[in-house]
């Protein structure tokens, strides 16, 4: 049998061989020193009156959507914020001069701050560290995507601007406990547009902020916030949606110039109302949908709608009493070229009547024995002679032509009428058209300047 010694040099070889224990790195027993006491749910001070300051700083990247149906905007944030744990403070020189680490979010105490306007928090990149420094600094960096609730006002769309809100705040401490305050400079907060993403519909103005305190259940509480002004830009919606419509009333206008005795111009306008129907139902989506006010280019669209039904009802009145005189004029013609056998005299003085009035310049005058003349062509003999049957046949072409002419007459002197009044319902048009499209243009230019 076999048995090793302690003084054997096969077993002293395999003794030397069997690898060290490794020691552990600077950094490991750094993190270790560090969170071997620490409690992350106890406030980092050592003397328990004295408030923990937070440093709150934002940077918007963009801004993704705009609601105004379920007045919401969500945004793509860079949140920061920093405060100093007097619990997390070493000396470089002990620990291989390590002057910065990272560590776990949920292995220190972090301040319970929240934003008020918070409606949901979108798809963030999760960040499970921060950086601490050997003063005991703690800075916790995060990238946000939020839904924020914002009053948002539609009604000069698209010349709209918006103010929303950020407010940062302590859900539970008081300002005796958790105090704010901002990292940076009010100003430089304001007019620093480095990383926001200036190519969207959206154009970042400034975002001012202020810090201020809230009295609330006898106990004072820090409040920061950060208006983010922003302007849309127009130009894709005037584009699509003002020129279209402002072309189709151009056009609408342009079709007072058809004749008036002409049958298309009903038939014109018809087709414009139609067209615009259609351009107006194919863009609802376009356009924002919001309960407390119309937008005012919805009440664009209402009103240019209903100026075109103006316009269709204005032409189908012009034609309606062209096509009336004519009908008059026909029966005042025909009437006056019957001779009634049974009522002579009164068919006589109707005609001469009418004659008189279509012609009152005296071009086509009856002698003073017309009436006689007529009487005779009524009873004339049975058997009436080639002198007399001519006569007739002269007398009747004599009066149809002089009715003919009064009837031609009469229809222009109707139609000079119905062209007058068009063109005063046309300028009358036009006046209610330029002062609409004024007032909607100083509406949208004092949006768009203030």
Request: proline share 4%; net charge negative; with cysteine.
């Amino acid at each position: 049998m076999y048995k090793s010694h302690c003084g054997d040099p096969v077993g002293g070889h395999l003794a030397e061989s069997v690898p060290e224990k490794p020691q552990r790195s600077a950094l490991n027993q750094l993190t270790r020193t560090l969170l071997r006491k620490y409690d992350c749910g106890v406030r980092p001070v050592h003397n328990w009156t004295s408030a923990t300051t937070v440093y709150v700083d934002l940077i918007l990247q963009s801004i993704l959507d705009v609601d105004g149906k379920t007045q919401t905007v969500t945004t793509s944030i860079w949140y920061r914020q920093i405060w100093a744990d007097e619990f997390l403070v070493w000396d470089p020189e002990e620990f291989d001069g390590i002057k910065e680490i990272s560590l776990s979010s949920d292995a220190i105490w972090v301040p319970d701050i929240i934003v008020s306007e918070f409606v949901d928090e979108g798809t963030s990149a999760p960040i499970p560290y921060v950086y601490v420094n050997s003063s005991g600094w703690v800075k916790n960096y995060r990238p946000m995507q939020v839904v924020l609730a914002c009053s948002l006002e539609m009604y000069a769309f698209p010349f709209d601007k918006q103010n929303c809100s950020l407010t940062f705040r302590s859900w539970l401490h008081s300002v005796m406990e958790i105090d704010l305050a901002l990292w940076r400079n009010a100003e430089d907060i304001a007019t620093d547009q480095r990383e926001f993403m200036n190519d969207g519909e959206w154009e970042l103005l400034s975002i001012p902020s202020r810090y201020w305190r809230l009295q609330q259940d006898g106990a004072d509480y820090a409040h920061v916030g950060f208006h983010v002004l922003i302007r849309r830009r127009p130009l894709l919606y005037v584009v699509g949606l003002l020129i279209p419509s402002i072309f189709l009333m151009i056009v609408d206008v342009t079709g007072f110039y058809l004749p008036v005795s002409s049958g298309t111009r009903v038939v014109f306008k018809i087709s414009t109302l139609l067209g615009y129907t259609v351009f107006r139902v194919n863009l609802t989506d376009d356009l924002p949908a919001t309960a407390l006010a119309t937008p005012l280019i919805g009440v664009f669209f209402a009103v240019c709608m209903a100026m075109l039904m103006l316009s269709l009802i204005k032409s189908i009145l012009v034609v309606k009493l062209l096509h009336h005189g004519e009908k008059e004029v026909r029966e005042l013609s025909a009437s006056a070229c019957l001779l009634d056998r049974y009522g002579l005299t009164e068919s006589t003085l109707t005609s001469t009547g009418t004659l008189d009035q279509l012609n009152p310049s005296g071009d086509y005058e009856f002698e003073a024995s017309l009436g006689e003349d007529l009487e005779s062509l009524v009873d004339v003999p049975d058997n009436p002679s080639s002198l007399e049957r001519i006569l007739r046949e002269l007398l009747s072409l004599r009066l149809a032509f002089s009715q003919e002419d009064g009837e031609s007459w009469s229809q222009d002197e109707w139609l000079a009428l119905c062209i007058k009044l068009d063109r005063f319902l046309f300028r009358l048009y036009l006046m209610v058209l330029a002062l609409y499209a004024g007032t909607l243009t100083l509406l949208w230019a004092s949006w768009s300047f203030a």
